[in-house]
């Protein structure tokens, strides 16, 4: 009797330890599920964000288009082209840039205007606009190589120059191109050099385009910095292990998957200001 019991007291605890393994593992389990991803959550955050640099960059490099020039006449241009309908202006700069990229990964090369007209003539296209090449390139190309400069942005330059920086323009425009709008614009004398991805075949955002830009300086990417109004631009500059710095221009928005850049500014006085501030 006695030893029925003994033998009964240990199924019932060999029954409550299964029970209360199962019940551990079971808490263990959810917390293994449930840690990874406040920690995934967490690390996101971290990546995202762009330690302060209290450094100079060794150089600054300019995007030109919406950064330094005013795209208002050329939206105009387009927008007249497109019957008037300037709700599809940003349409037609999306696809311009979707196709540029294409052209990249498929490793080709057109000049970004040349793709930019093509662009206008697939969204015109899709409206029930029809547009010749020949329109679709002036409607671009004209306007783009008189466009004015921001009101702010000799001003900066000056500055920037005047308290040591090496300027350096940075462009998906052609070189032609960008000598033009600069002279027409009064910026020429502001850069050091002009940069553009006409002499490598690759679209910015592409890795290999800032890679390159920085060799073409002999400097790290680390120390390099860009100073742009694209959103796409900046996320390419700081994955390839550049600085940024965005102008954040009515319409501008920086991409949330990205990095914050370490500056972000409504003109390029404010962004100046801040990095003369630097040592």
Aim: one cysteine or more; aromatic letters at 8%.
């Amino acid at each position: 009797m006695f030893i029925k019991e003994e033998e009964k007291k240990k199924k019932n605890m060999a029954t409550n330890n299964r029970r209360n393994f199962i019940k551990k593992s079971a808490i263990l389990g959810l917390a293994g599920a449930t840690i990874p991803q406040f920690g995934f959550s967490a690390n996101t955050e971290d990546q995202n964000v762009t330690p302060k640099n209290l450094t100079r960059p060794k150089v600054l490099f300019f995007d030109v288009n919406e950064t330094l020039l005013d795209l208002t006449a050329m939206k105009e241009s387009v927008g007249k082209v497109l019957g008037n309908r300037s709700d599809l202006l940003p349409l037609w700069f999306t696809t311009m840039l979707q196709y540029s990229l294409v052209e990249t990964v498929g490793r080709q090369y057109n000049d970004f205007g040349i793709v930019g007209a093509a662009a206008l003539q697939m969204v015109a296209a899709n409206h029930g606009i029809t547009i010749s090449e020949g329109d679709a390139r002036e409607a671009i190309l004209g306007p783009i190589r008189s466009l004015p400069a921001h009101p702010e942005v000799k001003q900066a330059l000056d500055e920037l120059k005047r308290a040591g920086y090496k300027l350096v323009s940075f462009t998906n425009s052609s070189n032609k191109g960008v000598e033009t709008q600069f002279k027409n614009s009064g910026l020429l004398d502001y850069f050091e050099e002009r940069l553009s991805i006409e002499d490598m075949g690759k679209f910015k955002p592409h890795s290999d385009a800032y890679d390159w830009a920085a060799r073409k300086m002999k400097i790290k990417p680390s120390e390099c910095l860009l100073v742009a109004a694209h959103g796409w631009d900046i996320a390419g500059a700081i994955w390839a292990g550049w600085r940024g710095a965005f102008v954040s221009r009515p319409g501008a928005q920086l991409y949330p998957l990205a990095p914050t850049p370490e500056i972000n500014e409504p003109n390029l006085k404010l962004i100046a200001e801040q990095l003369i501030a630097l040592k």
